[in-house]
Structure formats: C-alpha cells, structure tokens
C-alpha cells in the first residue's frame, strides 16, 4: 500500500467527479463547475436556464510531486430568455481565461519560471511548447503600461540601448521610480527619434503629464526636442554618468593615440613594462586604486606628460560632479575648468566642450537635486542581460513584457 494523503485543488467553485493516471503518469482531474449561471454574452444580464455540456477540454495546472497535472471539464452552457434569438453563453470561470489551455494559476507559474530565464528552458523543464509559454506571457503580462497603476510619476528617464549586438539601432528606455524608488519600465520604443519620443509621451494621461517635474536623458537633441514640446514644465536633467562617458571617452582615445606613438618611441622591455595592460588602472578613479595601481598609473603617466594632464582633467571634473553643491556653484566650477582645458592646449576635449556649451544648463540641473533616472545603476545590466540570454528572439513588445517578468522575479512579486 502506498501512503496516502489529501490536497485541496484550490480551484473554487467546481466539484471533483473523478481521478485517474494518464499514460505518462500525469494526473488527471475530471471537475464540474458547481455554479449554475453565467452572464449572457449578449445583453449582459446573468442567466440560469442551463442548455447543456459542451465537449470536454482538458487544460494544465499545476504540477504535484514532479507530476503533470491536467483538469478536465465539460463547459456548462446557458440559454438567454431575454435576447431575441435567445443564444447561449458558455459559462465563464474565474480560474480560466477563455481559449488558454491552461488554468490560470498554471500561466502565472509559468511565467514566474521566466524570470531570468528563457522561454526554450521553461519550455523544457516544465514540459509545454514554446507558444505555450509565450501565450502565458501575454495573457498575464501587459504588452504596455497600464497608467490606472500610476498616481505620479515625477523623475522620467530616457535611455537607450542597442537590441542586436553590433547593431547601431537603439531602442528607448523611459523609466520612471515608484513611491518606493524603484524603477520601473514604462515603454520600450523602437527608436530614439524624436517623433516617436514625442508620440510616447503624448499618450501619457493629462493629469500625469501635468506631475512630471524633470526628465533625465543623455545629451540627444531628439529627446530634448520631445521633452520641450510636450513636457515643457519639465527640467530636462543629464546626470553625471552620462556626461562622464563623453570626457572619459575623450581621455581614453588620447590614451590610444599615446600608446601607439610611445610604442613607436619607447625601447621594447620599457613599453612592455611600464605601458602595457594599464587600461584598468588607467580607467578607473584613481582614488579608487590600491597602492601598487597607484604607482603603476604614475609611473605610466611619467611617459605620457599631454595624457597625465588629460587623465588629471578628466578626475577634476569628476571631483566637481560627484561633490554636493547648488547649480550656480557647479556652472562656476565647469567655466574654471573649461578655461583649464583651453589653456592646457590639449585637443582631446574640444568636441565635448562643444557639448557642454549646449548642453550647460541640462548638466547643471542635475546638481539640483542629484537626479539620474536610475537607470545606469541597476536595469542597465538587467537589460543587457535579457539581451544576451534571449539573443535574436525579443521583439520590443516581448523585451518589454521580459524586464517586467525579471524585475518582478528580482523583487519576489507575484505573477497571479
Ligand atoms: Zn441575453
């Protein structure tokens, strides 16, 4: 005798009329819906004269004990007295969504397998097809934002991220921080242009436009374009990350350039011993550095006077963005050091001084209340993770729908 013992289904509403082990050992659960009414499809109205079974349908739930689990029902129909023609109406279940093959409880199941993972695995450990997977997923994630789940939304954020590996094509990011400061996904765009940008943030609801007091982006005329003709209340902000990537980015073709010619001109063992495999210590803050990084970069730097100078600017300008001081405090700072680089001589700089000239004020609002759009810290890397697992499969509704499913798995929400 094998020990026996009960579960509830926790399916309500339905009796069970039998049980019994299919050919691969799954189980079986042959139900009855105990309701004896439905809500006409026609007029509305609820409706109790019963009409007949219609052919049994056979849908997955839950697994038990690393067993398959189907429910097999015959759907009640009901017959309308008030409509003319008097159609009947099968009757709906609150734990079944009409025409899924899966009772509800099994999708969101599915579905929190996803997080972090891929479709072709929760296809393969959870024994369904891949569009059963993908039916999960759009029966229980939102293909867009539902606003009805925002009152505010304050901080907007804009980024961009290339889809494809090696392509150029980005898509747009908007992000905003709930009451709690977490960020949250608000559309994934097919492109950074402006017109669609600006469609975007159209379609945001008057009364929330009306609450978006800034909007962090990097420094792209089609955003600022967007953001100034439909939020022109809105600060645009550029926070310090992404000015950071252009003078660093600037810096670090000087350190090529340099290498190259120190290459040329350094005997070999000295080149070797002093000038190879710097880039890390190079690139890094060098208050961040351990003693030897420190001495390493130093004596690198000894070669390279016009690079040391470089690489001296480039931490002086992150000092004034990472210290604490008002918007009129930082424009004094970034003049000063744009007047250093002017008389340093160094070339390095000049396209990002252009960009600093146009994008002065939008760099220095970010000193007012230090805002970033959260969105360099952590979805960055959740997003380039999706990208990597789900190689060539996403299309931008379904790359949507993933960072919702993985920032939900991450926070240990639930998919019911
Ligand atoms: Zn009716």
Not at 59 to 75: A, M, N, Q, S, Y
Not at 157 to 174: N, S
Request: proline share 4%; charged share 25%; glycine share 4%.
């Amino acid at each position: 005798m094998t020990a026996t013992f009960q579960i509830p289904l926790d399916i309500p509403d339905v009796h069970i009329l039998s049980t019994r082990s299919g050919e691969k050992g799954e189980f079986i659960l042959e139900v009855e819906s105990s309701l004896n009414a439905t809500t006409c499809r026609r007029c509305g109205r609820e409706i109790t004269e019963f009409h007949g079974y219609d052919q049994p349908i056979l849908l997955r739930h839950l697994p038990v004990f690393g067993r398959d689990v189907w429910i097999e029902i015959r759907p009640k129909r009901y017959r309308c007295p008030h409509c003319d023609d008097h159609p009947t109406t099968t009757q709906r279940l609150s734990w079944h969504e009409p025409r899924s093959p899966h009772t509800k409880a099994f999708d969101a199941w599915l579905v929190s397998m996803l997080g972090n993972s891929t479709v072709s695995d929760v296809s393969r450990r959870c024994h369904v097809g891949h569009d059963a997977v993908e039916g999960a997923v759009n029966r229980c994630i939102r293909a867009k934002v539902d606003w009805a789940d925002y009152t505010q939304l304050r901080t907007l954020g804009i980024d961009e991220i290339a889809l494809k590996k090696g392509h150029k094509d980005f898509v747009a990011i908007i992000t905003t921080l709930d009451k709690n400061d977490q960020v949250c996904v608000l559309a994934i765009l097919p492109n950074r242009l402006k017109e669609t940008v600006v469609t975007f943030l159209n379609s945001i609801p008057a009364h929330l436009k009306a609450t978006v007091k800034r909007v962090c982006c990097d420094m792209h005329e089609g955003y600022s374009n967007a953001i100034k003709e439909t939020l022109p209340h809105a600060h645009i902000v550029v926070d310090r990350f992404h000015v950071a990537q252009y003078y660093n980015k600037a810096v670090d073709n000087l350190r090529k350039e340099t290498l190259t010619t120190l290459k040329k001109n350094l005997p070999e063992d000295i080149y070797q011993q002093y000038c190879q495999g710097m880039l890390w210590p190079f690139r890094h803050h060098f208050w961040s550095l351990d003693a030897e990084q420190q001495a390493q970069v130093s004596h690198f730097l000894g070669y390279a006077p016009e690079l040391k100078q470089a690489w001296l600017l480039r931490h002086e300008l992150t000092a004034t963005f990472m210290k604490y001081q008002t918007k009129a405090e930082a424009k004094q700072q970034l003049d000063a050091w744009k007047q250093k680089v002017t008389e340093s001589g160094l070339s390095c700089f000049d396209k990002f001084l252009t960009l600093l000239e146009t994008w002065q004020d939008s760099i220095t609002n970010y000193f007012e209340d230090r805002h970033t759009s959260g969105f360099v810290e952590g979805l960055n890397n959740k997003l380039k993770v999706i990208k990597r697992r789900c190689y060539g499969l996403l299309d931008v509704k379904r790359f949507f729908q993933q960072i919702q499913i993985d920032l939900r798995f991450a926070r240990g929400q639930s998919f019911a």
